[in-house]
């Protein structure tokens, strides 16, 4: 990625207000859905527009250890300097981060929890990373691994907490799909439209855990849900803070 674009000393990015976590190494964010973390083929604000107005008088932009979706909103980590980077990007790459999503899904699963243990191929070569459920050994097939709760069943919907055991691309919304209770919202994979005023996608990164410190306690940082799902859960009779609670115990 290229560098951020220089800023003002004394610039701070209105994402500010949104960081979770702040130490020397990390910053924990609070990414709002509808913003991509990476520039497109189609121009638009990006999370990198943001970076210089997230040093907080570091003499450089922090970065991204990972990634979420355009529409995923939720915990998004970013190191500070090449150093928490470095450290980040083993952790990540090693499976050392505990990540837990929650996700308003179509249907129900008739199990109470269950782990979906599905390859997964990039859909076309030329359509960027939409990926598809595959037989294990199919060229291109990445093994892919997400374990999955309950925490609510009701009106067509349940409310899942989700834990990916591997980190691949759109892995969550592929995996539930294949498992026929696609994310409410999702277009790619769930049929939603595309229209403005369409559902939101419902899949948020709750929680992440981050073994950053040698001999200290790991990180721990949770994200409130979104408004979008908060009101669909009002909706169904249910309290957003609750359902955020239960779904940071479910893998525990």
């Not at 800023?7 to 709002?32: C, E, I, N, T």
């Not at 990972?66 to 450290?87: I, M, N, P, Q, Y």
């Not at 109470?112 to 199919?138: F, N």
């Amino acid at each position: 990625m290229n560098p951020a674009p220089a800023a003002p000393a004394d610039f701070q990015s209105p994402l500010a207000a949104r960081v979770l976590h702040r130490d020397g190494m990390v910053l924990v964010l609070d990414k709002p859905a509808g913003l991509p973390v990476h520039p497109g083929p189609k121009g638009g604000e990006t999370l990198h527009d943001h970076l210089n107005g997230l040093r907080f008088g570091l003499p450089r932009a922090p970065e991204l250890a990972h990634r979420l979706d355009k529409d995923t909103s939720g915990c998004l980590v970013l190191g500070r300097h090449a150093k928490a980077l470095a450290l980040l990007n083993k952790l990540f790459a090693t499976g050392q981060v505990d990540k837990i999503y929650v996700a308003l899904t179509k249907g129900a699963p008739e199990a109470d929890e269950g782990r979906i243990d599905q390859p997964l191929a990039k859909r076309s070569p030329h359509r960027g990373w939409w990926m598809q459920a595959v037989p294990k050994g199919s060229p291109g097939a990445l093994d892919s691994i997400t374990d999955w709760r309950v925490l609510h069943r009701g009106a067509g919907l349940s409310v899942l907490a989700l834990s990916p055991v591997t980190g691949r691309t759109h892995q969550l919304r592929a995996h539930v799909s294949h498992l026929g209770f696609p994310i409410l919202g999702d277009a790619i994979y769930g049929g939603a439209s595309r229209l403005p005023g369409g559902p939101m996608l419902h899949l948020h990164a709750r929680r992440i855990v981050l073994p950053v410190a040698k001999n200290g306690p790991k990180l721990d940082v949770s994200a409130p849900l979104p408004a979008h799902m908060v009101e669909t859960l009002q909706a169904l009779g249910l309290d957003a803070d609750e359902i955020g609670a239960k779904a940071d115990a479910a893998f525990s």
